[in-house]
């Protein structure tokens, strides 16, 4: 990609590499260390499933049961086929008898790990060829009605009840979306399980469970087949349960997941041990899956000044892209997050987000970008707000975004109706079609307002990034750097859930996951 803003690509790469050296240094505490959902997550992928007599998720209790004996060091993969070595019985009627209080998992006579693996392994393939029977169902998908060009048109439903979801989210791809987020009910990432079957009570957005992407998954393909479009299907693997909301998507045929490495810790205050921990596994499962991840850098910007902290931006963005790719997460599958958050008040302050959105356009080249709309400075004035997300919209096809999060007119009043969805959707195509090829036929001026605007954040967040390297990343979100939020190292939510791994840890899933389809 031609740079039209002549970003140095010096500075990029020393960015970049900057970036690197920070994500190795992490991974090498994330490589020492498991939680207590990333041994659920194992649970799950193993085909444990459903809850107890009082409603306790079955991970949960095999997991619980595991750390009451002292044995989550060595992890639920070993005890779980341990188990199965002596009984005979499968993982799911192991976990109904831990919850019955007669099979204890750490006092079984202990085999050797090599007849352990072995028995796990049918389980485990069949497992890896049900995501992968997913994965082939989208690209089935994509090959018979082809794959739109341009930005994904992409829009949120959030009644609380699944089934009212599944009408708005019908209604939605008939007007012409592309993407359709669930999202979660408030609150739902502080919880430390996840809830089981279909819901209809959720506040502010709809529970993420199995039984509910399933039935979401389920209408979108049908609607997607009468329209002859595939209409992707978006949720949330953050908080405390990023790993096991991220293998239910992935058995469930999900396309998109928010699943930012630093998330949780900024504005969830979830430990940050236990997030960089449990975001690792999660990306391997996504990568595995064909999964595209959101990054949450749009957050930053409503937190923070949107002209002083876009070096932040750009910083997180770096190091979000090294994470992942450690995770074997490709850079197509990567919808790495910015906004549209400048205050409507500053002069020129649309060139400055062009700048931006261009920087990032040019600095990931083959990166799914996803760019959030207005909001920060959204006000009841709906006039007003739709000409912002029309000068959103614009920048986002001018800069050729993949991911287009819509604002809706009435967003900062009340959950928009479906009326309100149609016209984000009506602005935003006409957009899409009047300005198709702008892009191609404008340059920016060498030295101008933008250009000058690029580099000065590029070297911004070449000199923080350096300044993150040396002091760790931990520090670096101990001192406040990111959206004027500090987390101390040992404070936030889900720190008691981190054991370091003993020596004959293992984890089958990273195993055979780490690099993406195979």
């Known amino acids: 990609m ?95 008898e831990v919850s019955k209080g007669t099979i204890n998992l750490t006092s079984i006579k202990e085999r050797d790990e090599f007849e352990v693996r072995l028995a796990l392994q049918p389980i485990i393939n069949e497992t890896l060829d049900n995501i992968k029977t997913q ?53 739902q990432s502080l919880l430390d399980y996840v809830p089981y079957g279909a819901t209809t009570e959720g506040f502010g957005g709809t529970f993420a469970t199995q039984e509910n992407f399933k039935l979401m998954r389920k209408a979108l393909d049908d609607i997607g087949v009468e329209l002859h479009r595939y209409i992707r299907l978006c949720n949330y693997c953050s908080g405390l349960c990023m790993p096991e909301i991220a293998a239910m998507g992935a058995l469930e045929g999900l396309d998109i997941m928010l699943n930012d490495a630093l998330y949780g810790i900024l504005f969830r205050d979830i430990n940050m041990k236990r997030t960089i921990i449990d975001q690792f596994f999660s990306r391997v499962i996504n990568g595995f899956a064909g999964v595209i991840i959101n990054t949450g850098e749009d957050n930053y910007l409503t937190t923070a000044d949107a002209i002083e902290e876009a070096h932040t931006v750009l910083a997180s ?115 899409q079609n009047t300005m198709a090829d702008l892009s191609d036929e404008i340059v920016f001026k060498p030295d101008g307002i933008m250009a000058n605007r690029a580099d000065e954040v590029l070297k911004k967040a070449c000199r923080l990034l350096e300044e993150i390297e040396h002091a760790g990343l931990f520090e670096t979100l101990e001192r406040g750097t990111f959206a004027g939020i500090k987390r101390p190292i040992n404070g936030g939510k889900g720190l008691i859930g981190v054991v370091e791994k003993a020596d004959k840890y293992f984890n089958p899933f990273i195993e055979l996951m780490l690099g993406g389809e195979k």
């Open 317 to 431: 963005q770096l190091m979000n892209e090294q994470f992942a790719l450690l995770a074997g997460l490709p850079e197509k599958q990567q919808g790495l997050g910015h906004a549209f958050e400048i205050d409507p008040e500053v002069k020129n302050g649309f060139l400055f987000e062009l700048a931006q959105a261009e920087m990032a356009r040019e600095i990931f080249p083959n990166a799914p970008l996803k760019y959030m709309p207005p909001t920060k400075f959204m006000t009841g004035n709906i006039f007003r707000g739709h000409v912002q997300d029309t000068l959103f919209n614009i920048v986002t096809v001018l800069t050729n975004q993949r991911i287009h999060l819509l604002g809706m007119l009435t967003e900062a009043i009340h959950t928009p109706f479906m009326s309100d969805r149609f016209l984000s959707i009506e602005n935003a195509k006409y957009i």
């Open 2 to 96: 031609k740079s039209k803003l002549n970003l140095d690509s010096n500075i990029v790469d020393e960015a970049r590499n900057h970036a690197r050296n920070i994500a190795k240094d992490v991974q090498g505490f994330i490589d020492k260390n498991t939680t207590v959902t990333v041994e659920r997550t194992i649970c799950r992928l193993l085909s444990i499933d459903g809850v107890n007599e009082v409603g306790v998720p079955l991970p949960n209790v095999v997991v619980d049961n595991i750390k009451e004996g002292n044995g989550l060091s060595i992890g639920a993969a070993y005890y779980i086929g341990n188990a199965m070595l002596e009984t005979g019985l499968s993982p799911q009627r192991i976990s109904e």
């Open 135 to 187: 994965r082939k169902r989208r690209e089935d998908f994509l090959s018979e009605f082809g794959d739109k060009e341009g930005p994904l048109i992409y829009v949120i439903v959030a009644t609380g009840n699944i089934y009212e979801d599944i009408t708005q989210a019908v209604a939605a791809a008939k007007q012409g979306a592309d993407v359709i987020a669930v999202i979660r009910t408030t609150g």
